[in-house]
């Protein structure tokens, strides 16, 4: 089973960035290629909500609260998924999750970011 860890998270004020990253270090480079990457966050009281994907082809999307401040993407060398979040807002704050949108495996710890002046 494919286990993927989430890291990059933190406190920043409003309008600050963040670049979060998704590593699968266990997981062989060829199965790397084949994951459909999603990154999720889940703030207090509310559901866990899709915010952005990567397919294998490199074709992204987005939810609308994030269109144009963040971008994902992907390095298959470096088994990594990333996510730079910039301009962010207080409504960002939450727990950031990675997984595979398509074939989903167990979820990791998370990485927390706080937007808070």
């Known amino acids: 089973q494919v286990r993927l860890v989430e890291s990059g998270g933190g406190l920043v004020q409003p309008g600050g960035s963040l670049r979060l990253s998704c590593a699968a270090p266990?997981?062989?480079?060829?199965?790397?290629?084949?994951?459909?990457i999603g990154w999720y966050r889940q703030a207090p009281g509310k559901q866990r909500e899709l915010v952005a994907t990567?397919?294998?082809?490199?074709?992204?999307n987005y939810t609308d609260s994030v269109k144009g401040r963040f971008a994902i993407s992907k390095n298959n060398s470096r088994k990594t998924v990333y996510l730079q979040m910039n301009s962010l807002k207080t409504e960002d704050t939450a727990v950031y999750y990675c997984?595979?949108?398509?074939?989903?495996?167990?979820w990791g710890r998370g990485t927390q970011v706080t937007v808070s002046s």
């Open positions: 266990r997981t062989i480079t060829s199965v790397f290629w084949t994951l459909n």
């Open positions: 990567i397919d294998t082809s490199g074709r992204t």
């Open positions: 997984n595979d949108f398509a074939t989903p495996t167990s």
